[in-house]
């Protein structure tokens, strides 16, 4: 195994593909043990051989591919706990893919308890502030479809009562701007979700606190807002999942 992955590195390493004999060369390998691991590698699909050098094939790409999704997916997870420490509330990642809302991770506590999820997050986007957050960042034609798909109706006596007040609340922010709910979704909680877009992927990191502490929930906004600044900056962030 150990020395299949240092010949498919080797590979790796040359954009245009290099030929047995040298990647034989850059591993240390036998001549007879590279041909023999060559052959299966490329049998397997891991390699693919073109005008007698060897090159990177579809089981590689995707391997590598699926490594790089798991290493984004443990930094979001890294970032939101460190967020959750920092300001003592629980944080939530979502993105909008293929026309539904998905919460990718959240990191929460004893002592700070994520939303119960009672109502089904895809279902229910016009009801709390990540759903609200994420459908004001479509455009008109694909946050209509999503309407249409998942209708407006109420979860508690303070969810929006139509779609036509939800789209006035969602036409009337400003672009990029955090999006606060009181007890929309669930009786006793307030939320504030913070929009993320990178090209075409509408994302949100958001909060929520118990309506007892709603007093804390601007500044909670303001702080996370804050420490994503800094995170952005450092390049050390990608919602590429």
Sequence with gaps: MQRALRLLEAVASHADGAPAKQLARETGLPLPTTYHLLRTLTHEGYLRREKGVFVL???????????????RRIKIEDSLARWRDEIGVPVYFAVYAEGEIEVVAVADAPSSPAVEEWADFRETAHAHAIGQCLLSQLDPKSRQDHLD????????????????????????????????????????????????????TA?????????HQQERLLPAVEQLRTEMGKLFNSLAFSISI
């Design 57 to 71: 094939g579809g089981a590689a790409v995707r391997l590598a591919g699926g490594e790089a999704v798991q290493n």
């Design 149 to 200: 798909r998942h209708p407006v109706e109420a979860l508690t006596p303070y969810t929006v009562r139509n779609q036509r007040l939800l789209l006035e609340r969602l036409g009337g922010l400003e672009r990029m701007e955090p999006l606060v709910e009181r007890q929309e979704y669930a009786l006793g909680t307030v939320c504030g979700a913070i929009p993320v877009t990178v090209g075409s």
């Design 203 to 211: 994302a949100a990191v958001a909060i929520s606190l118990p309506f």
